[in-house]
C-alpha cells in the first residue's frame, strides 16, 4: 500500500484566497483525522470522521474551515477565505478502529501570506 | 476525558548515552498506548505500540516502552542514542475501540555529539 496521500505538498496563497487540501486514506481504514501542526500550538486534531461521517469537528477554528469526506477513499479539508495565521503543516492520518493506530501522512505546508 | 502528559518538553542528550522520555496518561477505561516519531518535515510515524499482554514493548531503532498500569505511565526507553534519533517524540492513548487518540505535547530529543 501507498499509504497516505496527501496533496499538494506545499500550498503558497494570497490572503482571502479559498484553500483546499486532499487526503486519500489507506484503503480498508474506517477512520480519517485532520490535524494542524504549528511550532506556537503543537499538533492539534481538527476534526474526524468514522466511515465517512464526521463525528467531532469541534477542533475547526472557525467558520472558514470546513472538511468533506464523500467516499471512503477521499476527503478534503477546505478554507475560505485564507489568513496568514492559518499557515502551518496540515497532516491526515487513517486508522482502524481495532488497533488505534494512525497512520501520517506527509503533510501540506501552507504558507498564507 | 482522556489526557495525556509529556512530563519534558525538550531532552538534550549526547551521544551513546541511555534516554528517557517520561509520558503519563489519564484514562476511565482501558487503553492502547502508542509512541510516534516525526523527523523533520515528515509525518510522525509508529515507535511502538501496547495493545495487550506484556507490559513491556519493543518497538523500531532499538527503542522500548514500559506500561505501568498502577502509576499510569509509558515510559520510552533506549539504551545507546544515535545522532540520527534525533526528532519529535509523541505519546499517544486510545480508549479500546474508540479510534480516536489523543496526544501529548511531544518532547524533542536532540543527540548531540
Known amino acids: 500500500d501507498a499509504g497516505v496521500i496527501q496533496s499538494p505538498r506545499h500550498e503558497v496563497t494570497e490572503m482571502g484566497q479559498e484553500v483546499t487540501l486532499r487526503c486519500k486514506p489507506i484503503?480498508?481504514?474506517?477512520?480519517l483525522f485532520w490535524y494542524r501542526q504549528t511550532m506556537m500550538r503543537g499538533l492539534e486534531l481538527l476534526i474526524y470522521f468514522n466511515n465517512n461521517v464526521p463525528i467531532d469537528d469541534s477542533g475547526m477554528p472557525e467558520d472558514r474551515f470546513s472538511a468533506k469526506m464523500p467516499n471512503a477513499s477521499f476527503s478534503t479539508l477546505k478554507i475560505q477565505p485564507s489568513e496568514p495565521r492559518d499557515s502551518a503543516v496540515y497532516f491526515c492520518?487513517?486508522?482502524?478502529?481495532?488497533?488505534?493506530?494512525?497512520?501520517f501522512g506527509p503533510g501540506t505546508r501552507l504558507t498564507v501570506t | 476525558a482522556q489526557s495525556v502528559t509529556q512530563l519534558d518538553s525538550q531532552v538534550p542528550v549526547f551521544e551513546e548515552a541511555p534516554v528517557e522520555l517520561r509520558c503519563n496518561y489519564s484514562?476511565?477505561?482501558?487503553?492502547?498506548l502508542f509512541w510516534y516519531v516525526q523527523y523533520p518535515n515528515q509525518g510522525l510515524q509508529l515507535l511502538l505500540k501496547y495493545l495487550s499482554g506484556s507490559t513491556l514493548v519493543k518497538g523500531i531503532n532499538g527503542f522500548e516502552a514500559e506500561f505501568n498500569k498502577s502509576q499510569t505511565s509509558f515510559h520510552l526507553r533506549k539504551p545507546s542514542v544515535h545522532i540520527s534519533d534525533t526528532a519529535e517524540y509523541f505519546c499517544a492513548v486510545s480508549d479500546r475501540g474508540a479510534g480516536k487518540s489523543t496526544f501529548g505535547d511531544g518532547t524533542t530529543l536532540t543527540v548531540k555529539p
Open positions: 484503503s480498508g481504514h474506517d477512520y
Open positions: 484514562s476511565s477505561v482501558s487503553v492502547y
Open positions: 492520518a487513517s486508522s482502524l478502529m481495532t488497533s488505534g493506530q494512525q497512520y
